[in-house]
C-alpha cells in the first residue's frame, strides 16, 4: 500500500519561509514531488526529484526559490520555500510516480497526498 505522509504547512508573511516534508511508504516509483492547487485553481506543478539521481524539475514560478531534496534513507523528500509570496497560497499535495520527462512525475499511476495548507499574506 501505498501512503504518502506531509508536514511543514502553516501560515507565513511574504518574503518568509516554510520547508515541507513527505514520508514515503509502500512500492517504490523512481520519482516524486508537490503539486499545488489554490481555490478556483486547477492542480499544478511545482517541483519533482528524480529518486534514483539527482535530476530535478521546476516550475517557472518557482525557479530560485523552491528547492526539492530527498534523504534517501528516510524515504523523504523536502521543499524549501524561501521568499514566500501571496499567489504561493495553496495546499500543497505530495506525489509520488514515474519520472516522465523534464516535467517531472507522469500522471500516469501517481500517487498523493492528503495535502498540506501553505497561505502567505501579504
Known amino acids: 500500500t501505498q501512503r504518502l505522509m506531509e508536514s511543514g504547512g502553516g501560515s507565513v508573511q511574504a518574503g518568509g519561509s516554510l520547508k515541507l516534508a513527505c514520508v514515503a511508504s509502500?512500492?517504490?516509483?523512481?520519482?516524486m514531488g508537490w503539486f499545488r492547487q489554490a481555490p478556483g485553481k486547477e492542480r499544478e506543478r511545482v517541483a519533482f526529484?528524480?529518486?534514483?539521481?539527482?535530476?530535478?524539475a521546476y516550475a517557472d514560478s518557482v525557479k530560485g526559490r523552491f528547492t526539492i531534496s530527498q534523504d534517501i534513507a528516510k524515504n523523504t523528500v523536502y521543499l524549501q520555500m524561501n521568499n514566500l509570496k501571496p499567489e504561493d497560497t495553496a495546499t500543497y499535495y505530495c506525489?509520488?510516480?514515474?519520472?516522465?520527462?523534464?516535467?517531472?512525475?507522469?500522471?500516469?499511476?501517481?500517487?498523493w497526498g492528503q495535502g498540506t495548507q501553505v497561505t502567505v499574506s501579504s
Open positions: 506525489a509520488r510516480g514515474w519520472w516522465a520527462d523534464r516535467n517531472g512525475c507522469s500522471l500516469e499511476s501517481i500517487h
Open positions: 526529484i528524480y529518486t534514483n539521481g539527482t535530476t530535478t
Open positions: 509502500g512500492y517504490i516509483r523512481n520519482c
